[in-house]
């Protein structure tokens, strides 16, 4: 397989594996604590859904072709709490990421070196998708790091769990050693 398709395979299962741990996070709690805040200053984490897929409608949409800034993009409305139902926030979420995975599906290997803009700023396709690759695990970790919070010691890790770092690698090194992706065993756990 060419580099650049198991470049955007890699892409695919990474993003799948954020998403779903960002859901997994979100399903732990109660509908009313995903509106909360703590201050002022800090974002919920519907403000924060919100926000990703704002950005992923934005930046996604006419990928190759439009600036990924839209003008009807409205970024610092992104940043306000409404009312809406948890429902409603999962449809938002999905929205968002739906655009992400469709204009990651549609993307020919060879089109990773074309010349897209983000603010009028020229990069490369690849370059623009690396910036999300931060960008969104980023938003991510704020989630499970604020549902963490908000859960208290109800929370079921979504990771190797506090002081079972030794078994999990003992499970992991008595395999025998193969080639394949990080996301195919987790991805595996967390449905």
């Known amino acids: 397989m060419e ?5 955007l395979e890699s892409v695919k299962k990474q993003m ?14 109660e509908p009313e604590q995903l509106f909360s805040s703590v ?13 990703m897929s704002g950005n992923m409608l934005s930046r996604w949409t006419d990928f190759l072709t439009t600036d990924g800034e839209k003008q009807w993009r409205n970024r610092d409305g992104e940043f306000e709490n409404s ?8 449809k938002i ?15 020919l290997p060879e089109q990773l070196s074309q010349i897209i803009y983000i603010r009028n700023e020229g990069q490369t396709a690849m370059d623009a998708i ?18 963490k ?7 079921n890790s ?9 078994n999990y690698n003992a499970d992991k090194f008595s395999k025998e050693k193969s080639l394949k992706h990080f996301t195919d065993d987790e991805l595996d756990k967390l449905q």
């Not at 580099?3 to 470049?7: D, G, L």
């Not at 009312?83 to 999962?90: A, C, G, W």
């Not at 919070?149 to 929370?155: A, G, I, N, R, V």
């Not at 979504?158 to 030794?166: D, E, H, M």
């Open 3 to 7: 580099t650049n398709s198991i470049y």
């Open 16 to 29: 799948l594996y954020y998403k779903t741990i960002g859901e997994k996070a979100m399903d732990q709690l």
């Open 39 to 51: 201050n002022e200053d800090t974002n919920s984490i519907a403000v924060i859904v919100k926000h």
């Open 83 to 90: 009312n809406d139902t948890k429902e409603e926030l999962l």
């Open 93 to 107: 979420w999905n929205n968002g990421w739906d655009c992400f995975f469709n204009a990651i599906q549609s993307l």
């Open 130 to 147: 690396n910036r999300q690759l931060a960008h969104y695990p980023y938003h991510i970790g704020q989630i499970v790091f604020y549902a």
């Open 149 to 155: 919070m908000l859960k208290q010691s109800e929370w």
């Open 158 to 166: 979504l990771s190797i769990a506090k002081n079972k770092s030794n």
